[in-house]
Structure formats: structure tokens, C-alpha cells
């Protein structure tokens, strides 16, 4: 059966950089399942649905049509046929997506493109969010759970956001947002992030970007 991947874990702590380096490097699949709940919510935004109110946004998730294209080399999500890469990324969308990630029938909705991902993948995949391992590939070959202190991953956030010449007040309220987030996605009632049981814990905080890498493409080949 081809291999899936499944890495889960908090904001910042390395999940999308390390699963793309890790299936180039292995030649498999990459599935920013994070970018999918963004474009979602995205949408969501773009069609004046309010994001607190769950059943309208029960209804409407229906309607958008998002696509995912899962080459690690350049990884590209579309909504109704237009890219979305940047404006997902924003403070407006990142402020919303627990919120809308917390419907259930967004999530069922999703998995499903993920799981179509995940079977049309040739190698198979590395495929990253906060419910690989316990909901959306029980099965996986290999899980990873990924953590670092609240620490190291706001401080990671932050300095992405300096690259980019996001000015101070947006990556300050970025900070507090990540916390606010995590617990949100941590205690919410359909699909939490949590360890499964037989995922791998790794904690990035004290090691490099390329020793993260190594870890986990070596747990993948054993
Ligand atoms: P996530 O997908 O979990 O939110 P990202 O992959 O976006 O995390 O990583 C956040 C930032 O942390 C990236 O800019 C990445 O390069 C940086 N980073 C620095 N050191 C590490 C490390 N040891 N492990 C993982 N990421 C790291
Ligand atoms: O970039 P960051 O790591 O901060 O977040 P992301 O991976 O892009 O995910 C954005 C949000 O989508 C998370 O905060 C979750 O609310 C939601 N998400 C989810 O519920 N399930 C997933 N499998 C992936 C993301």
C-alpha cells in the first residue's frame, strides 16, 4: 500500500516546513491540510457568512470548490478556480479559521477531499493538520506528533512574519492569536487536536529545522 504520512500538531511548531522537506525528499505527496480549513474560511469571509453562526456556516461550506494541489516542489490551493495562497495567510482569515474548522460538517467535507488526495497520490503522501493521525488516516504508516514550548513557536511565527515585513502591532496580535487558536482547536468537541496513541512525539524546540527533517524521513524508512 503506498506510505501516508500523518504529522499533526500545534501552530508553529514546524509541521508544514518540515512535512513539505520531508516528502521532496522522499519523493511522496504533500497535503497542507491547514490551507484547506484557510480557504474555507477564506470563502466564507469573501461571501459575507457569519463565521460565528455554525449552522449558516454548516450550509454554505457546501458550496465553494476547493482544490489542493499536492506536488511538495509548489504546493497550490484554489477556491471556485482562484488561487488563494496569499490572502489565506492574512490576519483576517487566521483570526476566523478555528471557528469555522470547529463545524462538523465543514470537517466531514474536508476530510473527504483529503482522503481523495491521499488515494490519488501516486507514492503516496505527507499529510499535515491537526487530525491526520486520529481521524483522517488511522491507518497512516507512520504518525508523528509535532510539538515546541508556546515559546519557540511564537517565536517562530514572529520572525516568518518580520521576513515578510509584517509591521510589529499585526505580528504582536499574530502572537496572541496563535495561543488563542490552539486552545480552541484543542478543546473543541469534534476531532481536538491531540496525540493519537501511536503517534511519535517529536519536540522541535531545541533542534534544527534539518535534524527534524532527518527524524522523521528516518522514522518513514525504517
Ligand atoms: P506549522 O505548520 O506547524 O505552523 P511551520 O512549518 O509554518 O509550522 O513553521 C514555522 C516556522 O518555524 C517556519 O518559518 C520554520 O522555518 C521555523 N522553524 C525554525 N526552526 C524550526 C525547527 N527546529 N523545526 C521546525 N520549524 C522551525
Ligand atoms: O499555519 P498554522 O500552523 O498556524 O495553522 P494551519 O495548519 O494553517 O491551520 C489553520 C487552522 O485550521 C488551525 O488553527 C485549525 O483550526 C484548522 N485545522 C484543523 O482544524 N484541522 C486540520 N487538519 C488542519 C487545520
Keep these: 500500500a503506498p506510505v501516508v504520512v500523518a504529522i499533526d500538531g500545534p ?5 508544514s516546513t518540515v512535512s513539505r522537506a520531508v516528502a521532496a525528499r522522499l519523493g511522496l505527496s504533500f497535503l497542507d491540510t491547514g490551507a484547506m480549513y484557510r480557504a474555507m474560511t477564506w470563502w466564507m469571509l469573501a461571501n459575507e457568512v457569519d463565521v460565528d453562526d455554525a449552522e449558516a456556516v454548516a450550509v454554505a461550506c457546501a458550496k465553494p470548490v476547493i482544490v489542493s ?20 495567510r492574512g490576519p483576517e482569515v487566521t483570526a476566523q479559521v478555528s471557528a469555522v474548522a ?22 503516496g503522501i505527507v499529510a499535515e493538520g491537526r487530525d491526520m493521525g486520529s ?5 497512516a504508516t507512520v504518525k508523528i506528533f509535532l510539538t515546541a514550548s508556546e515559546t519557540a513557536r511564537a517565536g517562530r511565527r514572529a520572525a516568518e ?25 484543542s478543546s473543541r468537541e469534534t476531532a481536538p487536536l491531540a496525540q493519537a496513541a501511536d503517534a511519535v512525539l517529536v519536540d522541535t524546540s ?17
Aim: proline share 4%.
Design 161 to 185: 512574519l518580520r521576513a515578510k515585513g509584517v509591521d510589529e502591532a499585526t505580528i504582536t496580535a499574530m502572537a496572541a492569536d496563535l495561543a488563542r487558536r490552539d486552545a480552541a482547536d
Design 135 to 139: 481521524v483522517v488516516f488511522p491507518d
Design 69 to 88: 494541489g499536492t506536488d511538495a516542489a509548489g504546493p497550490t490551493i484554489t477556491v471556485d478556480g482562484q488561487d488563494v495562497s496569499g490572502p489565506i
Design 206 to 222: 531545541e533542534l534544527t529545522l534539518d535534524q527534524v527533517i532527518a527524524t522523521i524521513a528516518e522514522l518513514v524508512e525504517e
Design 102 to 123: 470547529a463545524v462538523p460538517q465543514v470537517r466531514a467535507r474536508l476530510v473527504e477531499l483529503q482522503q481523495g488526495c491521499a488515494r490519488v497520490a501516486e507514492r
Design 11 to 15: 501552530s508553529g511548531s514546524g509541521k
